[in-house]
Antibody
Framework: QVQLVQSGAEVKKPGASVTVSCKAS????????IHWVRQAPGQTLEWMGW????????KYSQKFQGRVTITRDTSASAAYMELSSLRSEDTAVYYC????????????WGQGTLVTVSS | QTVVTQEPSLTVSPGGTVTLTCTSS?????????PNWFQQKPGQAPRTLIY???NKHSWTPARFSGSLLGGKAALTLSGVQPEDEAEYYC?????????FGGGTKLIVL
């Protein structure tokens, strides 16, 4: 069965960076894209960016451009989201979600990773 | 900045029908926006219900349907169940970028 399993919770200080991983199983990793979405406490979902797991192409939300880097490792069937220059407003649950290439078909989601930014 | 707007909250009686809408600040929502709808319950990850306007996943209950209605994307629940009480989010595609709506809290009362 399809699964997206994310790495565990993180606590970071302001100015630091964090990397969240999303390990995929149960399907052909390179046939899909992986999106990263975050949700601050009590807030709506926020799209951060996407990686084409096949060719590694990426697209980032303008809001996070320059601070976020999304990569993938096809040998590990995993995608990674690194967010740098963390501030308290980055405290949120970060999710990965799968999309069939260029289809608008979002289906499976990871369980979420809580990132807390606090001094 | 593109804004996607949803009703903040809606109340429906069990067994009733309710329609949630998703409006784009850029104008009419069409199938080219690939509307997706997600359900989220407290403490859980979102679950995709509808993709590309009106397509359902294998796990999507038959009472959920997606459509375009009056220039908006719409999610209709027919025969609402108590377990449908949740937050619902829409997601629209803007030529490379995706934007979520603010969410609708559906109350079943």
């Amino acid at each position: 069965q399809v699964q997206l399993v994310q790495s565990g919770a993180e606590v970071k200080k302001p100015g630091a960076s964090v990397t969240v991983s999303c390990k995929a199983s149960g399907y052909t990793f390179t046939s899909y894209g992986i999106h990263w979405v975050r949700q601050a406490p009590g807030q709506t979902l926020e799209w951060m960016g996407w990686v084409n797991a096949g060719n590694g192409n990426t697209k980032y939300s303008q809001k996070f451009q320059g601070r976020v880097t999304i990569t993938r490792d096809t040998s590990a069937s995993a995608a990674y989201m690194e967010l740098s220059s963390l501030r308290s407003e980055d405290t949120a649950v970060y999710y990965c979600a799968r999309e069939l290439h260029d289809s608008g078909n979002f289906d499976y989601w990871g369980q979420g990773t809580l990132v807390t930014v606090s001094s | 900045q593109t804004v996607v707007t949803q009703e903040p909250s809606l109340t429906v009686s069990p067994g009733g029908t309710v329609t949630l809408t998703c409006t784009s600040s850029t104008g009419t929502v069409t199938s080219a926006y690939y509307p997706n709808w997600f359900q989220q319950k407290p403490g859980q990850a979102p679950r995709t219900l509808i993709y590309s306007t009106g397509n359902k996943h294998s796990w999507t209950p038959a009472r959920f349907s997606g459509s375009l209605l009056g220039g908006k994307a719409a999610l209709t629940l027919s025969g609402v169940q108590p377990e449908d009480e949740a937050e619902y989010y829409c997601l629209l595609f803007y030529g490379g970028d995706w934007v979520f709506g603010g969410g609708t809290k559906l109350i079943v009362l």
